[in-house]
Structure formats: structure tokens, C-alpha cells
């Protein structure tokens, strides 16, 4: 869903003119399979999720974001959303959502969060620090069948 609107989105901002082809999604390389799913599902093309280098934590480097992004542009394509996750399923590791979110917003690139794991922080006074910066977020999708230990299979997408 979120890449959907991201794509939408982008559709809005740069017309219908940017060929499918073009568009990237930018996402780490341990993000969920789901980023890849989504995009052959949205019909982009097979090549157009980025996977962006992680530091020695396997969080999303920001300087190879704002690399990664620079590429895009000099290749003539056009980044339609970033997808910074918190907490990732093989290892927990949370994307510097701060540090994302604010060059996304530099460069007018729309910011998903996927929480799907993480979102569960938030009840815990003691650790919702870990999620700063999610406030960047233009949507943030949750899943509550993992981080809240609901027995039925329970999502949420969240949009500013
Ligand atoms: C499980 C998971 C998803 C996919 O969620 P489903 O609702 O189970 O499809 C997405 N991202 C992360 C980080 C996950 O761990």
C-alpha cells in the first residue's frame, strides 16, 4: 500500500510522462523481500528497487543513501520513496530514521517506515527512543501480529 501511493505520488508530482521504468525505490540491503514483492507487483521494473549499503550494524548508511539518490538522479531516474526500516526480521537493527527522514525532506522524496517490527516500541517507555525520527515519516506501516503477539494475522498502514 505504501508503495502504491508512493507511486501515485510521484505520478502527481512528475506527471505521467516518467516511464515506468525510471522509478526506483531505495531501500537497505536487509530490508523486508516485501520492498521487491511490492515493486513487481506495481508493475515497476525488475531492477527498480535500489538496495542501499548498511554500516557494520546493518542499518541504512545515510551517506550511501544520499549517494545512492545522487545516481539515481545522474542516470536520469527518479527516486519515488525511500523505505528506512525499524527493526529488521533477521536482525532488529533500525534504520537512522532521523538522518533519513531529513534528506528525504531535502530532496522531496517521500519517506516510508516500515515498523512492522519495531512499531512494538512505542509501548515501551523505555525504549520508543529507538523510533526517533519516525515523525519524518509521510506513512509507516505496523504489524501487529508480530510486534503486539496478536494471534490473527493484523497490519496497519498509517498516512500523514
Ligand atoms: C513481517 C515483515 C513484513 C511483512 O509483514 P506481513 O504483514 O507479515 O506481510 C514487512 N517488514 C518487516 C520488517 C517484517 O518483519
Not at 4 to 30: D, N, Y
Not at 94 to 104: H, K, Q, R
Not at 111 to 131: I, K, M, N, T
Not at 139 to 152: D, G, L, R
Request: charged share 20%; glycine share 8%.
Amino acid at each position: 500500500m505504501a508503495l502504491l501511493v508512493a507511486r501515485e505520488a510521484c505520478r502527481l508530482w512528475h506527471g505521467s510522462s516518467v516511464e515506468t521504468a525510471r522509478r526506483r525505490i531505495l531501500a537497505s540491503e536487509v530490508s523486508h523481500f516485501g520492498v521487491d514483492e511490492a515493486a513487481t507487483i506495481l508493475g515497476l521494473s525488475g531492477d527498480a528497487a535500489v538496495s542501499v549499503p548498511c554500516d557494520n550494524r546493518l542499518r541504512m548508511d545515510p551517506k550511501a543513501l544520499s549517494r545512492a539518490i545522487a545516481e539515481c538522479h545522474s542516470e536520469g531516474l527518479i527516486p519515488i520513496t525511500v523505505v528506512g526500516t525499524a527493526g529488521t526480521t533477521d536482525f532488529g537493527s533500525i534504520d537512522p530514521l532521523a538522518s533519513l527522514g531529513a534528506i528525504c525532506r531535502n530532496q522531496g522524496i517521500s519517506f516510508h517506515v516500515d515498523a512492522a517490527l519495531g512499531r512494538g516500541l512505542f509501548a515501551s517507555p523505555r525504549s520508543r527512543h529507538c523510533l526517533r525520527g519516525i515523525e519524518y515519516a509521510d506513512a509507516v506501516t505496523a504489524n501487529y501480529h508480530k510486534a503486539f503477539s496478536q494471534p490473527v494475522s493484523c497490519g496497519a498502514f498509517l498516512v500523514r
